[in-house]
């Protein structure tokens, strides 16, 4: 039941002194550590998003708790158990966002995206929250992409959306293999879950007690329950696939013949039902394809499948679509256990340290100087020591350093030192941003020069 309209009364807040704050259970940093692999994941959905033809889209982590609860249905694992679904202070019942699809497709019809030329192509990298029971490669803020194309049916869609999530994994180095089902349409739905119940009731005894419940509710959730006596029973229940009706069955043997000529490998897998109710026709999960010691539970790196009902359940004219979400925390999981490193982050080109509050002034501005010019410089103009501002320059890999110290400043000169070889040489002040300009050229190769300028590939 959705709670009541009362507002919150406002908590007191009493600083504590002495205590420090803590990570709240089920959530995670992503420190400067991780990002390099973070970035590796993100660049890649978002270069393979560009060259599917998918555009970006951010929604709201809050939305209406009801969005939620008629979208992935009030029965699913996720609504009953694991929503973060409170009341605002103005007494609306709102929830932390426990998948993308149900915002997106808000979001469509609440821009009238159905009114432009379908299809609608669109992408997200975004967190999401679910109550789980937390462990490894299971957090409660946990981020997800994930890719829709709304207004399209043609089973080769669910074929190019299926080949997306490959395309990402196999070009991170994860081999996956897809696994491929289909619940069919409203009308194999119903005969299907006769079919279930007949073959679940006299086998009531050996179920979980969830899914005892479930029997009663929807059946086909037994499918994906993960107790091992049930997944044993799950395994001789009859297929969904014997039960399509015709044209449910036509769509899924063109997808099947897609995903052939795309060159997806795939496994047909009558348990993958998926636990959200929306799905009709194509349910998908990516897995790995390997065993490389990581824990069974967490290869399974995303799924998805076709939706053509939610659309129309949100108030809009009936309109098939179809999308996935992949996990990232348990992507870089993979990555990691592979030993995939990320790139290392970019060094700066150039590092300046100076001694004194004059030097530092000077220095800002060569530093903005060289900025303008696209040359990336590192400095830490806090920082008195010389030594220690060097110090800072190999941490940061950077090649050479200017430095100007008191002297310097007298001179109008400034010294530039190699940093592997340790040789300083004097030029003059006004040469300095040539000499610059002439050493990054040569440490970056000649292509990153136009018309004698630095150009954009060198710039953050
Ligand atoms: P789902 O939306 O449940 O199909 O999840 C898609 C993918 O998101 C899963 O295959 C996981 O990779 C990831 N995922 C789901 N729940 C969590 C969680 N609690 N923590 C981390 N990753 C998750």
């Given at each position: 039941m959705l709670p009541k309209k009362t507002p919150v009364p406002e908590a007191p807040f009493v600083p504590k002194k002495g205590k420090t704050p803590m990570l709240v259970r089920g959530m995670k940093d992503i420190l400067p550590v991780d990002w390099p692999w973070w970035n590796l994941v993100f660049d890649k959905v978002i270069s393979v998003a560009r060259e599917f033809g998918f555009e970006r889209i951010e929604t709201p982590v809050v939305e209406e708790n009801a969005m939620f609860v008629r979208s992935v249905g009030k029965d699913s694992d996720i609504?009953?158990?694991?929503?973060?679904?409170?009341?605002?202070?103005?007494?609306?019942?709102?929830a932390l966002r426990p998948e993308g699809t149900a915002g997106v497709v808000r979001a469509y019809l609440?821009?009238?995206?159905?009114?432009?030329?379908?299809?609608?192509?669109?992408?997200?990298?975004?967190?999401?929250?679910?109550?789980?029971?937390?462990?490894?490669?299971?957090?409660?803020?946990?981020?997800?992409?994930?890719?829709?194309?709304?207004?399209?049916?043609?089973?080769?869609?669910?074929?190019?959306?299926?080949?997306?999530g490959a395309t990402i994994y196999q070009e991170l180095g994860i081999p996956v293999r897809v696994q491929v089902n289909s619940v069919g349409d409203a009308a194999s739905r119903t005969a299907y879950l006769k079919v279930l119940l007949e073959y679940f009731k006299p086998r009531r005894t050996r179920l979980c007690e969830e899914c005892k419940k479930r029997l009663i509710k929807n059946p086909m959730r037994i499918l994906d329950c993960k107790e091992p006596d049930c997944q044993l029973l799950a395994q001789d229940a009859p297929p969904f696939l014997d039960h399509l009706s015709e044209p449910a069955k036509e769509h899924f043997v063109k997808v099947l013949e897609h995903l052939d000529d795309m060159d997806v490998p795939?496994?047909?897998?009558?348990?993958?039902?998926?636990?959200?109710?929306?799905?009709?026709?194509?349910?998908?999960?990516?897995?790995?394809?390997?065993?490389i010691g990581v824990e069974k539970q967490q290869s399974a790196l995303g799924g998805g499948g076709?939706?053509?009902?939610?659309?129309?359940?949100?108030?809009?004219?009936?309109?098939?679509?179809?999308?996935?979400?992949?996990?990232?925390?348990?992507?870089?999981?993979?990555?990691?256990?592979?030993?995939?490193?990320?790139?290392?982050?970019?060094?700066?080109?150039?590092?300046?340290?100076?001694?004194?509050?004059?030097?530092?002034?000077?220095?800002?501005?060569?530093?903005?100087?060289?900025?303008?010019?696209?040359?990336?410089?590192?400095?830490?103009?806090?920082?008195?020591?010389?030594?220690?501002?060097?110090?800072?320059?190999?941490?940061?890999?950077?090649?050479?350093?200017?430095?100007?110290?008191?002297?310097?400043?007298?001179?109008?000169?400034?010294?530039?030192?190699?940093?592997?070889?340790?040789?300083?040489?004097?030029?003059?002040?006004?040469?300095?941003?040539?000499?610059?300009?002439?050493r990054v050229q040569k440490t970056n190769g000649e292509k990153q020069l136009v018309n004698g300028d630095v150009v954009a590939d060198i710039q953050e």
């Open positions: 609504v009953e158990k694991e929503m973060f679904a409170f009341t605002d202070r103005g007494g609306d019942a709102v609440e821009h009238g995206m159905m009114a432009m030329p379908q299809p609608i192509k669109l992408f997200y990298i975004s967190p999401m929250f679910r109550y789980d029971r937390p462990q490894s490669g299971r957090y409660r803020q946990f981020w997800q992409f994930g890719f829709e194309i709304l207004g399209d049916g043609h089973p080769v869609v669910d074929a190019e959306v299926i080949a997306i795939y496994d047909l897998n009558p348990r993958i039902v998926r636990g959200l109710d929306y799905y009709t026709h194509t349910a998908f999960e990516y897995t790995v394809a390997d065993d076709r939706y053509d009902g939610l659309v129309e359940l949100f108030g809009g004219r009936p309109t098939p679509a179809i999308g996935f979400a992949g996990g990232i925390e348990r992507t870089i999981m993979q990555l990691k256990a592979r030993g995939i490193q990320p790139p290392a982050p970019l060094r700066p080109d150039v590092f300046i340290a100076q001694l004194g509050d004059a030097a530092r002034k000077k220095s800002i501005k060569l530093f903005r100087e060289l900025r303008s010019l696209g040359i990336r410089a590192a400095a830490t103009f806090s920082k008195t020591s010389i030594k220690a501002q060097l110090e800072s320059a190999n941490r940061l890999r950077a090649p050479f350093t200017l430095i100007l110290g008191q002297k310097e400043l007298v001179d109008g000169t400034i010294l530039i030192r190699d940093m592997e070889s340790g040789i300083q040489e004097v030029v003059d002040f006004g040469k300095a941003v040539g000499e610059v300009k002439k």
